[in-house]
C-alpha cells in the first residue's frame, strides 16, 4: 500500500487542491503508467482471445531455434 503526504489547499472553506511531495507524485504517475499499460495489454488480449495459436515448441522449430 502507498502511503501519501498531502496538503489540501481551500478555495472559499472547501478542499479544492492537493498538493503531494514530489517523490510521492512521480511514484503515483509511474503506478498510473503501468495500469494504464496494464488495460491495454488486457483489451489486447480479449481482441485476439479467439486467434490461432501454436506451441513454443513449434515456433522455434519453424525459425529454426
Request: aromatic share 8%.
Amino acid at each position: 500500500m502507498v502511503t501519501l503526504h498531502p496538503n489540501f489547499l481551500e478555495r472559499d472553506g472547501k478542499k479544492a487542491f492537493v498538493v503531494l511531495p514530489y517523490e510521492e507524485f512521480i511514484m503515483l504517475e509511474e503506478e498510473m503508467e503501468s495500469f494504464e499499460d496494464l488495460k491495454a495489454l488486457r483489451a489486447a488480449k480479449s481482441e485476439e482471445s479467439d486467434v490461432p495459436t501454436i506451441p513454443l515448441s513449434q515456433a522455434r522449430k519453424e525459425l529454426g531455434l
